[in-house]
């Protein structure tokens, strides 16, 4: 049995993941807490700590699990580069993995993307669209950022100088080195998200939607069974999925 303590759990995905879980025979919801709570008093009780919180609250919960011994599935987008520094650098002591999705849709998505990119080359222009519930606080979402983390890896383009997020007044014309990237807010879509590859005469989308949150939590119960049984790194849903 993996005992698992959730962070966020008061959340629309900490919810999600004590209704899931109960599905896992291997897995025992030992802990939930939420903004407020000690996780530092509680950790001793779990094998893995599963964060569905605020980008601000990860680098801590990552330090309590590495100084305790205890794998952290880290579902929480948003994080600044100084964050994600923050969480790296606890790799050598303990298994972490972080994904932007955890859903098996989006992670074959990622997969299709990298290949789609290869396979049609520079002539192609690099759009990436992504829709949202009124509620998600960040933007754009962390698949999107991977998606384009991708495609900029593919193209060898700088990510920084290569995304252009939306566009406004006289931009002058698309340049082949850039990758667009948009966000939409409304309603309560779980999330759905579009690659577009458009060259002169032809277009490929990709598309991927989610209509419940239980694909993520899925994978995020599914991740920290298999990081319990990993040596420390940093590993993502890739990883988890055998996909490299
Ligand atoms: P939410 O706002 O519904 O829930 C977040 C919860 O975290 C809230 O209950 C809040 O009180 C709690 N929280 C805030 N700070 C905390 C702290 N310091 N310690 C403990 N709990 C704290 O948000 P949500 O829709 O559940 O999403 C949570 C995060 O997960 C977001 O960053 C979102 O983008 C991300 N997300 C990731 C995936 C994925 O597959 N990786 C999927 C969906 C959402």
Redesign the pocket.
């Known amino acids: 049995m993996t005992r698992v303590i959730i962070?966020?759990?008061?959340?629309?995905?900490?919810?999600?993941l004590l209704a899931c879980a109960k599905h896992f025979r291997e897995i025992e919801i030992v802990v939930a807490?939420?903004?407020?709570?000690d996780?530092g008093a509680v950790i001793s009780k779990g094998d893995a700590v599963i964060d569905?919180?605020?980008?601000?609250?990860t680098p801590?919960?990552v330090e309590l699990c590495a100084g305790n011994g205890k794998a952290v599935v880290?579902?929480?987008?948003?994080h600044s580069e100084r964050e994600k520094a923050e969480i790296g650098k606890w790799k050598s002591q303990t298994p972490i993995v972080l994904?932007?999705?955890?859903?098996t849709g989006?992670n074959a998505l990622f997969w299709l993307t990298r290949k789609a990119a290869e396979i049609l080359g520079p002539d192609f222009d690099l759009e990436i669209v992504e829709t949202h519930h009124r509620?998600?606080?960040?933007a754009p979402?962390?698949?999107a950022k991977t998606l384009a983390e991708i495609l900029a890896g593919v193209r060898k383009l700088p990510l920084d100088q290569a995304v252009r997020h939306g566009r406004v007044g006289i931009v002058g014309e698309r340049t082949p080195s850039e990758i667009g990237v948009h966000s939409i807010r409304g309603g309560d879509v779980v999330?759905d998200h579009t690659v577009i590859f458009a060259a002169n005469g032809e277009r490929l989308e990709l598309t991927h939607k989610a209509s419940s949150?239980e694909t993520?939590a899925n994978?995020?119960l599914r991740a920290a069974l298999w990081a319990v049984r990993q040596k420390p790194g940093l590993y993502d849903m890739q990883h988890v999925l055998g996909l490299k």
């Not at 962070?7 to 999600?16: S, V």
């Not at 807490?33 to 709570?37: A, E, K, T, V």
């Not at 569905?52 to 609250?57: E, L």
């Not at 509620?135 to 960040?138: G, T, Y």
């Open positions: 962070t966020g759990a008061k959340g629309r995905m900490g919810q999600a807490i939420d903004l407020g709570d996780l569905f919180s605020a980008h601000t609250a801590g919960i880290i579902g929480t987008t948003g994904a932007s999705n955890f859903s989006v509620l998600k606080k960040d979402s962390g698949t999330g949150r993520f994978g995020a």
